[in-house]
């Protein structure tokens, strides 16, 4: 069954049906902008400079806006393809349309799930994969306590230099490597967490672009965040309602939702001595569950977010509407998971007076080698079969590979035994009862089993080429399908920007267009 984000693209109507306007529209309809929120506007000016980037804009530029947590050396690859979508994208409203459009990179620094970010992986020289994760610990080396806290307080230690350190030792590096490792060592050493080291890269690497982005725990933000956070709480869990409802109709068309409700569940978080806690309606009152049930009148509630808007943050199915309340957004760019919860979220949208944004599917891409190419041809294999399991990859792999080995004495044997196990069958059909022909149906097919393993046996004989063949393979999946996963799931950029140097994103801008949505191959090294 094909999933949500290729229907939506293929542009099946009753999956169409569950969003605002078509990606299509952007073609033929220039974005209507409105002003940006002022002090909102002026505080992201100032933003800039701190990341090392100078960036000119208004505040009342239509908005082409994408983002994503900050994952330890830019998380997977597909970061760089939603920011690089987003940048292209607005190129394309700016030649198309004739309007001013700017591209807006929203890093989650609000965002606590640790452990889905901790981590980053990269293949060595001789593709070997590497998998890193990260756990903050203080001058003792015991670990911190972060539970709860978001990733603009998440501190960068010294374990992570040696990470970087590990990287550049094993990494496929060339004479562009050196420029790399200063970019890595010096926006390290500036960093004061998680979500700003990752802010620092991306603007680094974006800094020849017109990319601004965004940190969205800015005080500022909150602050004109307020009136969908204000919406929530005068109407607890009507948002949570219609999410339990969006989930079922996907249900109803075949989908496994990704946003799962319980009923009680607020879709906004409060912060609580810096750690983000959820919230749930229990009985008339919000109450913090992590916070031995601390409750608060809708009242008390409001007037928290009066006078501390700072601690008040959107969960994942509220934070698209916060975002287009702060930024007047043609498209946010998604990828194929995101396109998912937002077929959730229009009612949502709807609920707040907000209109949904076009969501525009991000580019999609493999890094791939000539050799890499030559060697799944060679295997008659594709990057798609890679995410099979690899026992079953080198039986297919060897049987192509020595089909004389099935094809001379032993299938001449197969096919005769097959046969008068056939003609036996047949005749005891016509002359014995069912018994003595369910045994003898039962004796072709052990037979044709015993063949099987026989060739089986014939195709591992040669150790030799065996371990060869598996070594290769096991190459191939490293870099092109990392833990049988896409690559651009898994794979850190700094996996090729060791090799590629700065102006990889520059590369990619040239070789990926926004309008085009197949799954692209570039070749590295």
């Not at 990828?335 to 979220?345: C, D, N, R, S, V």
């Not at 192509?400 to 047949?426: F, I, M, Y």
Request: proline fraction near 6%; include cysteine; charged fraction near 25%.
């Amino acid at each position: 069954m094909s999933t949500l984000c290729e229907d939506y693209i293929a542009g099946k109507p009753e999956v169409r049906n569950l969003f605002g306007a078509a990606p299509e529209s952007l073609a033929s309809h220039a974005p209507v902008g409105r002003p940006w929120d002022a002090a909102l506007a002026e505080a992201m000016k100032a933003l800039q400079p701190k990341l090392g980037i100078q960036r000119e804009f208004r505040g009342d530029e239509t908005v082409i806006v994408t983002g994503q947590q900050p994952g330890l050396f830019l998380g997977p690859m597909y970061t760089l393809y939603k920011a690089v979508t987003a940048v292209a994208l607005a190129r394309r409203m700016r030649e198309r349309h004739g309007i001013a459009c700017v591209p807006v990179f929203w890093v989650a620094s609000e965002d606590h799930d640790f452990d889905e970010v901790r981590w980053f992986a990269y293949n060595t020289s001789e593709g070997q994969l590497f998998r890193e994760f990260y756990t903050p610990s203080d001058a003792q080396g015991e670990p911190l306590d972060i539970a709860g806290l978001p990733m603009h307080k998440v501190p960068v230690t010294g374990e992570l230099s040696r990470f970087v350190d590990r990287l550049l030792e094993h990494g496929a590096g060339s004479d562009k490597t050196a420029e790399v490792a200063a970019l890595l060592r010096g926006t390290l050493a500036e960093a004061a967490s998680v979500s700003n080291w990752f802010a620092r890269l991306m603007a680094a690497l974006f800094k020849d672009t017109d990319l601004i982005i965004f940190a969205p725990h800015m005080r500022t933000a909150r602050v004109a965040a307020a009136p969908v956070l204000r919406r929530e709480i005068e109407a607890p869990l009507a948002s949570t309602a219609l999410l339990i409802k969006g989930a079922r109709r996907l249900e109803s068309l075949g989908y496994a939702p990704p946003i799962l409700k319980t009923a009680n569940a607020c879709n906004f978080f409060l912060s609580v001595n810096g750690r983000r806690r959820k919230v749930v309606f229990v009985k008339g009152r919000f109450m913090l569950p992590e916070e031995n049930g601390q409750t608060f009148e809708a009242g008390e509630m409001l007037a928290l977010l009066e006078t501390a808007p700072e601690r008040f943050s959107p969960n994942v199915a509220l934070r698209p509407v916060v975002q287009q309340l702060l930024f007047p957004a043609a498209a946010y760019v998604a990828g194929p998971g995101e396109i998912a919860y937002w077929a959730q979220l229009k009612p949502v949208f709807d609920h707040h007076g907000i209109t949904m944004p076009v969501v525009w599917p991000r580019s999609r891409a493999i890094m791939i080698t000539p050799k890499e190419r030559q060697r799944l041809t060679a295997s008659g294999l594709s990057v798609d079969d890679l995410a099979a399991p690899e026992e079953m990859l080198l039986y297919r792999v060897l049987d192509a590979a020595a089909p004389t080995l099935l094809s001379g004495a032993l299938e001449r044997h197969r096919a005769k035994v097959d046969g008068e196990l056939a003609a036996l069958v047949a005749e005891l059909g016509a002359t014995a009862g069912p018994n003595a022909v369910a045994l003898a149906e039962e004796m072709r097919r052990l037979a044709s089993r015993g063949f099987e393993r026989i060739g089986s046996n014939l195709i591992r004989g040669d150790i030799r080429r065996v371990e060869e063949t598996k070594k290769r393979l096991t190459i191939l999946r490293n870099r092109l399908a990392p833990f049988g996963k896409p690559q651009e799931r898994v794979l850190s950029p700094f996996n090729y920007l060791l090799s590629q140097g700065l102006g990889f994103v520059d590369r990619l801008l040239n070789e990926l267009d926004p309008e085009d949505w197949r799954i692209r191959e570039i070749e590295w090294l």
